[in-house]
């Protein structure tokens, strides 16, 4: 089992920068990916950015050029620079990974999913 602790929420004003982490935690797994999602009240569930373990990026396109993904495997760690910050970022975030399970004889062939419980975070002036 994978437990995923999620940090960095809060208010900012418009402009601004806040950077959220999630940290993996648990027992043989091995990272496949880590993304960060949001929902804004009212509003679907949408990606805001993934990363590989070989560390290959993928931004919706509301945050290309704002916000940066990084990831540090070793600590099985995913970070969210969020630059230039706008009212419409206003959500509760997600950390969710897809990591595979690793049993005696080796690792399963798919991976499961984990989600973060949410860290909120509010753009206001």
């Known amino acids: 089992q994978v437990q995923l602790v999620e940090s960095g929420g809060g208010l900012v004003q418009p402009g601004g920068s806040l950077k959220l982490s999630c940290v993996a935690s648990g027992s043989s797994f091995s990272l496949d990916t880590m993304a960060w999602y949001r929902q804004a009240p009212g509003r679907r569930r949408e990606l805001v950015a993934s990363?590989?373990?070989?560390?290959?990026?993928n931004y919706a396109d509301s945050v290309k050029g704002r916000f940066t993904i990084s990831i540090d495997s070793s600590v099985n760690r995913a970070d969210l620079q969020m630059d230039t910050i706008i009212p419409a970022d206003t959500a509760v975030y997600y950390c969710?990974?897809?990591?595979?399970?690793?049993?005696?004889?080796?690792?399963?062939?798919?991976?499961?999913?984990?989600w973060g419980q949410g860290t909120q975070v509010t753009v206001s002036s």
């Open positions: 969710n990974i897809k990591a595979y399970t690793l049993t005696p004889v080796g690792r399963l062939p798919a991976p499961d999913t984990y």
């Open positions: 990363i590989t373990n070989a560390g290959y990026t």
